[in-house]
């Protein structure tokens, strides 16, 4: 990943201060406070159930909030309609792709194009997105629900750049893949974000690939931040190499609880 980064700015492009989401009585996330610097890579770590598709929901305005507030661009766009958000260019990657089965590869793309007038740029894009995904050109008058995994994933990626967005949320792109294939794709986000100058949010359980596509990462258990710090930093620090990174004793996934054991400021 050798590609120089673009200029980060110290502006924040997302703010979510003491954000609290809830499913019925159940709180999932607890006064969660974060910002992503326009230009960047971000990453919010988490195991199983500490909340992280719950934070992108509620920043893409599929959850409401019970508390705190979310800014987009200098813009409150706490609770606003999903679709709206969309429009002001932030654009969602959920947890399991959701492609749409029934459409060619090629119309969901145009379907993540559907807001925009300047046809010569959406076929710049298409152009992009083939060039970062060849196969997907080559399935491209194929239904989306035939192709693999990986493909879906790498279709779902393409369809979110499709909307030219200023911030990509993505809700774990490791999720089912083979290391091979993450790697891949992990690649091509940080050239997004690299050549396009795209700002990414980036949720992952896998903690060693997460931390070396990114800039600066959020640590999240039990739907509270518990740890933020430089990329660079997070991986030279004990408790992430030994809970995070498995370079000591890995634990069964998910169960991981590192708060027990340690204290780590
Ligand atoms: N629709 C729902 N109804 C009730 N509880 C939910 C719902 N979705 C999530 N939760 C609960 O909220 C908490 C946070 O879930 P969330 O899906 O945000 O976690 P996650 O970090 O994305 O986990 P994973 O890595 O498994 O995807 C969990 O305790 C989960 O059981
Ligand atoms: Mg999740």
Not at 4 to 31: C, F
Not at 101 to 115: C, E, H, I, K, Q
Not at 252 to 258: A, C, L, N
């Amino acid at each position: 990943m050798s590609l120089s980064p673009p200029p980060v700015s110290d502006q924040p492009v997302l703010k979510l201060s003491n954000v609290e989401s809830a499913y019925g009585p159940i709180k999932a996330i607890r006064g969660v406070s974060l910002q992503v610097r326009r230009g960047e890579i971000a990453t919010v770590l988490g195991s199983n159930g500490a909340g992280k598709t719950t934070i992108l929901k509620t920043i893409s305005g599929i959850i409401d909030p019970r508390k705190g507030s979310i800014e987009f661009k200098g813009e409150a766009i706490t609770a606003r309609d999903p679709a709206h958000i969309v429009q002001q260019g932030l654009s969602h990657v959920p947890e399991g792709r959701e492609v749409f089965p029934l459409l060619s590869v090629r119309d969901n793309l145009l379907m993540g194009a559907y807001t925009r007038r300047d046809r010569d740029g959406v076929a710049h894009d298409m152009e992009a997105v083939y060039s970062y995904f060849p196969i997907l050109r080559e399935r491209a008058e194929q239904d989306a629900g035939l192709l693999s995994g990986g493909q879906q994933q790498m279709l779902a990626i393409s369809r979110a750049i499709m909307a030219s967005p200023d911030l990509i949320l993505l809700d774990e792109p490791s999720l089912g893949l083979s290391p091979k294939l993450t790697r891949e794709i992990f690649e091509i986000v940080v050239r997004i974000n690299r050549e396009r100058g795209t700002t990414i949010l980036l949720v992952e359980q896998n903690a060693n690939m997460a931390l070396n596509a990114s800039d600066y990462g959020y640590v999240l258990e039990n739907g509270r931040i518990v740890m933020e710090d430089t990329c660079a930093r997070l991986r030279e620090k004990d408790d992430i190499k030994e809970f995070y990174l498995g370079m000591k004793e890995a634990g069964v996934r998910g169960e991981r609880r590192w708060k027990k054991k340690k204290n780590w400021r």
